[in-house]
């Protein structure tokens, strides 16, 4: 089992930037895909993009492609989202989630297929 916590969020104007983290704690960190949902008040949560166990795959949703990157540390135990040029409707608690994979280059983008989810970490975008 793996326990993840995200960090990072917080209040921005648009066209700002955040890095969001998200720290793995419990086993081998490197054998779990990860993955950043969003979810905005009063919707479903929703992928913005995952990364494969070897850092080597990254696919984004087509809302944040090219604004967003996502990386990972497995020395660290930690992924991060990198969000630039932030618009209002990126507003959302962010969450990771991990799965435990077998082969080092896949990646998941439905909120289905991951084992474990942190508790979320709140970015606000004013206008």
């Known amino acids: 089992q793996v326990q993840l916590a995200e960090s990072g969020g917080g209040l921005v104007q648009a066209g700002g930037s955040l890095r969001l983290s998200c720290a793995a704690s419990g086993r081998t960190f490197s054998r779990y895909a990860m993955g950043w949902f969003r979810q905005a008040p009063g919707k479903e949560r929703e992928f913005v993009g995952a990364i494969s166990w070897s850092g080597a795959g990254t696919y984004y949703a087509d809302s944040v492609k090219g604004r967003f990157t996502i990386s990972r540390d497995n020395a660290e135990n930690t992924a991060y989202l990198q969000m630039n040029n932030l618009r209002p409707e990126d507003t959302a608690v962010y969450y990771c989630?991990?799965?435990?994979?077998?082969?080092?280059?896949?990646?998941?983008?439905?909120?289905?297929?991951?084992?474990?989810w942190g508790r979320g970490t709140q970015v606000t975008v004013s206008s």
């Open positions: 989630g991990a799965k435990e994979v077998r082969y080092s280059t896949s990646i998941y983008t439905s909120l289905r297929d991951y084992d474990y």
